[in-house]
């Protein structure tokens, strides 16, 4: 089993809809996750940290699931703007991040 | 807001030179990191630093590769006798302690390295 497993889609949302996509993990020592959003050639760029049972920053959600070893995002309200790869990293160890290959979100007008 | 820089933003050299990526990481952090990213391909784990010495690197990272921290603010990623297939993005971070017990690492825009 892999690392960190996402669907890379694309997944095309149009502007103002919610979209939602998961990430699983195999490391259950895992105790760190976070969400980067990476954009095209560009570097990853925290989006947010998910604790425990999860966050919630603006639109943005992330939600964390032990038991069956994922984490969710689920971005309300799509803007032009939120068009990227978002990338799941749990962390590994005390010192490395997973990265899956991403989440590709197109928003379309 | 402090930030991770990166130099050069993009190297071309020939196959078999050795390159140094540069690498001036957030002041107050005392983690550094090494990933890399092929042309449409995930982010990979190189190697972490933490008190002047390696903590972890990755099966990537083998005697190619070496890193140093020369002074108080510099972190350098040394890859000796390049390949083709290391043609790649080559992305520095820092946290303020290791990612597994919570901090985010924040990562530099990457030094564009191509091997021809």
Not at chain 1, 82 to 102: E, I, M, V
Not at chain 2, 7 to 35: A, D, K
């Amino acid at each position: 089993r892999k690392e960190v497993e996402q669907d890379p889609g694309p997944f095309n949302v149009p502007e103002g809809a919610t979209v939602a996509f998961n990430c699983t993990y195999s490391n259950s020592a895992s105790q760190s996750f976070f969400w980067y959003r990476q954009d095209c050639r560009k570097e990853p760029k925290l989006l947010m940290s998910v604790y425990s049972s999860g966050n919630e920053d603006g639109r943005f959600t992330a939600q964390l699931n032990r038991a069956s070893q994922y984490i969710s995002l689920l971005i309300r309200d799509s803007k032009l703007s939120d068009s990227a790869t978002y990338l799941c990293a749990p962390a590994l160890g005390n010192n490395r991040l997973a990265f899956g290959k991403g989440n590709q979100v197109v928003v379309i007008p | 807001e402090p930030e991770v820089t990166q130099t050069p933003s993009h190297q071309v050299t020939q196959m078999g030179q050795e390159v140094i990526l540069r690498c001036v990481p957030i002041s107050n952090h005392l983690y550094f990191y090494w990933y890399r990213q092929i042309l449409g391909q995930k982010v990979e784990f190189l190697v972490s630093f933490y008190n002047n010495e390696i903590s972890e690197k990755s099966e990537i990272f083998d005697d190619q590769f070496s890193v140093e921290r020369p002074d108080g603010s510099n972190f350098t990623l040394k890859i000796r006798s390049t390949k083709l297939e290391d043609s790649a993005m080559y992305f520095c971070a820092s946290s303020e302690e290791g990612t597994g017990s919570g901090p985010e690492a924040f990562f530099g825009q990457g030094t564009r390295l191509t091997v021809v």
